[in-house]
């Protein structure tokens, strides 16, 4: 119950295109949900994140749509940058399960020029 | 705001050597502080969890014995590998939160045991 699912595992974009990366959840606890970008190297960066009472969020190029009927919620980036190539972790988290962050298997994103 | 810096950011030590890495958050006070591990193309695994003062909480199938955590105040965690070995190798991660949702993480350390 606690498993964040993720997908696609990674993903090839145009420059230019949109990258859609899928995520679902079971814990009904969960009441919060964060994106984080995470280049080579490097500790995971937040990139945008979003509580349940909202349908969308969205923060320049990077958008959240969250469907909290289904349990499930996906990370939209428009104009698609070679810059935006990093792993994207998707994670979950609630107040009642110590402070933990739930994350996602991770999608490894590519977008070739 | 809401800095964390972890340090060092490359370490290689020999097999049966300790190792410490530290987690400090710079513009804040952390409540508390995690520490993962991530192994190549998969995604961060937590290890445990650290309030100030108090011992850590392991998950399960960790090493207390092996992955000694200290936080020793609000702005300070430290992660001893003791004893490492080859397999002890991988990228540590740790990350702060001063409360609220706000978790930030560090820049990781890639840990090499030879």
């Known amino acids: 119950q606690q498993q964040v699912k993720q997908s696609p595992q990674s993903l090839i974009v145009q420059k230019g295109g949109i990258s859609i990366i899928n995520c679902a959840y079971e814990?009904?606890?969960?009441?919060?949900f964060p994106w984080y970008q995470q280049f080579p190297g490097k500790g995971p960066a937040l990139l945008i994140a979003?509580?349940?009472?909202?349908s969308e969020k969205k923060e320049g190029r990077f958008t959240i749509s969250f469907n909290k009927s289904a349990k499930q919620f996906s990370l939209h980036i428009m104009d698609s940058q070679p810059g935006d190539s990093a792993t994207y972790f998707c994670?979950?988290?609630?107040?009642?399960?110590?402070?933990?962050?739930?994350f996602g298997p991770g999608t490894s994103l590519s977008v070739i020029p | 705001g809401a800095v964390v810096s972890q340090h060092p950011s490359r370490v290689i030590c020999k097999s049966g050597t300790s190792v410490k890495i530290e987690c400090r958050s710079l513009?804040?006070?952390?409540?508390?502080m995690f520490w993962y591990r991530q192994f190549p193309k998969q995604s961060l695994m937590l290890m445990a969890t650290?309030?100030?003062?108090?011992?850590?909480?392991?998950e399960q199938g960790v090493e207390k014995d092996k992955f000694l955590i200290n936080h020793a105040s609000l702005t300070l965690s430290t992660l001893t590998v003791t004893s490492a070995h080859p397999e002890d190798s991988s990228f540590y991660i740790c990350?702060?939160?001063?409360?609220?949702?706000?978790?930030?993480f560090g820049s990781g350390t890639r840990l090499t045991v030879v």
């Open positions: 994670a979950a988290l609630s107040k009642t399960s110590y402070d933990k962050v739930i």
């Open positions: 979003i509580r349940p009472d909202v």
């Open positions: 990350s702060a939160t001063r409360g609220g949702w706000g978790y930030t």
């Open positions: 650290s309030n100030e003062g108090s011992k850590a909480t392991y």
């Open positions: 814990n009904t606890a969960f009441d919060y």
């Open positions: 513009d804040f006070q952390a409540t508390t």
